[in-house]
């Protein structure tokens, strides 16, 4: 790593250091000021996060709302990139299935938490459900976005060179398609942690969402602060760890397959 890189990464670090120290004062300022009760402070935070963290059920229920979570966002990803290839790479369907993507991206999630529990009842499920129905429409339109802009040139010149759809597929749209596909990504992966806690909180009987309305309804603000922070954590946490990864590994890959600046397809077989 270069010096002017390892400037870079400290001067990072400490505006992000600088920043967490101005949230935590204005935090601190503002429970002085009012009862605990509406605004713990963050020190009571923490001793109530600690707490949390040698409960008997905390593994359970961190495990639970991740296992809901991903197996919610998987399922939207999978659906979500296959439907948006094919409205891609066909006009008639696009223009067929366009005002249904058009209503599944305006239906709320609480409306969806209302029908999955009609349909789940007190299941796995029913948040699982939520968060796809949230993520999906969401990928399904960046993916399908990303194929408008895939050179039709390129696909013409392709099929000159007899390669099979699968090869166009993984040689042409795939590499054009990515950074589309992560934008849609990661802010559906931000939007299903977000409803899991609404579906956890009427469709479930484990899981953060669903201490988190007992705490509520205890009026043990504390709690309610430790699990929203320890909420936010683990979102960051498997941003960072998975999806940032993730794309960095398949860009490299992406620019290892155009060693030039100028943009270039590989058509080879």
């Known amino acids: 790593m270069t010096t002017a890189a390892v ?5 990072l670090v400490l505006q992000r250091l600088l920043l967490v120290a101005l949230l935590l004062a204005l935090w601190w300022w503002g429970a002085a000021r009012v009862p605990s009760f509406v605004l713990p402070g963050p020190e009571k935070v923490g001793v109530a996060l600690i707490a949390l963290w040698h409960s008997d059920t905390f593994t359970a229920d961190v495990a639970a709302t991740c296992q809901r979570v991903l197996s919610g966002f998987v399922l939207a990803t999978i659906v979500g990139s296959g ?7 066909s006009r008639v369907l696009a223009r067929f299935f366009e005002p249904v993507l058009t209503l599944l991206n305006t239906v709320s999630s609480a409306i969806w938490a209302i029908f999955a529990i009609i349909w789940f009842g007190i299941s796995d499920a029913t948040t699982v459900f939520v968060v796809f129905m949230t993520a999906m ?4 339109t960046n993916v399908w976005e990303g194929t408008k802009t895939v050179d039709p040139h390129y696909v013409d010149l392709a099929r000159s060179f007899r390669m099979s759809r699968v090869q166009i597929l ?7 398609i990515l950074p589309h596909f992560f934008a849609g990504a990661r802010l559906a992966f931000g939007f299903g942690w977000r409803v899991s806690l609404v579906a956890e909180t009427i469709g479930s009987s484990s899981g953060i969402g669903y201490r988190l309305r007992q705490a509520a309804d205890l009026v043990q603000t504390d709690q309610v602060f430790a699990w929203t922070v320890l909420l936010v954590g683990l979102m960051l946490m498997l941003e960072g760890g998975l999806l940032k990864p993730a794309e960095r590994r398949l860009f490299r890959w992406k620019a290892s397959a155009r060693p030039s600046s100028t943009p270039s397809v590989s058509l080879q077989a």
């Open 7 to 11: 400037r870079h990464v400290a001067m």
């Open 83 to 89: 439907l948006g290839l094919t409205l891609g790479a």
């Open 137 to 140: 429409p969401l990928i399904l």
């Open 170 to 176: 993984r040689k042409i749209y795939v590499p054009t």
